[in-house]
């Protein structure tokens, strides 16, 4: 209980310095642009942080994969309203991963640099994350790198700021 109490006072410490952050400091983003929001996913599901989005709507989430023990990043644009991904850059096969060319909302694959690549048009809605910190589970958004486990929470879920709750 301690340990968790010590990971959420950090993590808000995390929160604190990037909500503090003004706008005019970091380059590329709209006043009225796309926000993104992280809640608690048990429970009542309190807001736990709130994210502002370059105008280009691109973000991404990256961990390290259980099962074959390598980074993984999942790339995603808001459009029109909606969060899509668009690749997922990967270095081994695992339990998961996309392992054909014509994978659900596959529009490209290929090998770079040690990597697989697969490019795609796939819409996700709200995405539910289960966090442990062994995993490396980090968002990626305007420059911010958000290490998910140092705000205490086992399982969150990120979404639009308007949809971030079930209708």
């Given at each position: 209980?301690?340990?968790?109490?010590?990971?959420?006072?950090?993590?808000?410490?995390?929160?604190?310095?990037?909500?503090?952050?003004?706008?005019a400091i970091q380059p590329g983003l709209a006043d009225g642009g796309e926000w993104l929001c992280l809640s608690e996913t048990r429970g009542n599901g309190p807001?736990?942080?709130?994210?502002?989005?370059?105008?280009?709507?691109?973000?991404?989430?990256?961990?390290?994969?259980?099962?074959?023990?390598?980074?993984?990043?999942?790339?995603?644009?808001?459009?029109?309203?909606?969060?899509?991904?668009?690749?997922?850059?990967?270095?081994?096969?695992?339990?998961?991963?996309?392992?054909?060319?014509d994978d659900v909302g596959a529009t490209g694959w290929r090998h770079e640099n040690g990597r697989f690549i697969i490019e795609m048009t796939r819409p996700t809605?709200?995405?539910?994350?289960?966090?442990?910190?062994?995993?490396?589970?980090?968002?990626?958004?305007?420059?911010?790198?958000?290490?998910?486990?140092?705000?205490?929470?086992?399982?969150?879920?990120?979404?639009?700021?308007?949809?971030?709750?079930?209708?």
């Amino acid at each position: 209980m301690l340990l968790r109490r010590k990971l959420r006072i950090r993590g808000m410490a995390a929160l604190a310095a990037i909500s503090c952050t003004p706008l005019a400091i970091q380059p590329g983003l709209a006043d009225g642009g796309e926000w993104l929001c992280l809640s608690e996913t048990r429970g009542n599901g309190p807001e736990v942080a709130r994210l502002p989005l370059k105008p280009d709507g691109i973000f991404s989430l990256s961990f390290i994969h259980s099962v074959s023990d390598t980074p993984v990043t999942d790339i995603y644009r808001v459009e029109d309203g909606k969060i899509e991904q668009i690749a997922e850059i990967f270095e081994a096969h695992g339990a998961g991963l996309p392992s054909i060319a014509d994978d659900v909302g596959a529009t490209g694959w290929r090998h770079e640099n040690g990597r697989f690549i697969i490019e795609m048009t796939r819409p996700t809605g709200p995405i539910p994350l289960r966090i442990q910190a062994q995993f490396e589970n980090t968002l990626h958004v305007a420059g911010t790198d958000l290490p998910l486990a140092d705000l205490g929470y086992s399982a969150l879920t990120l979404a639009r700021c308007d949809e971030e709750r079930p209708h």
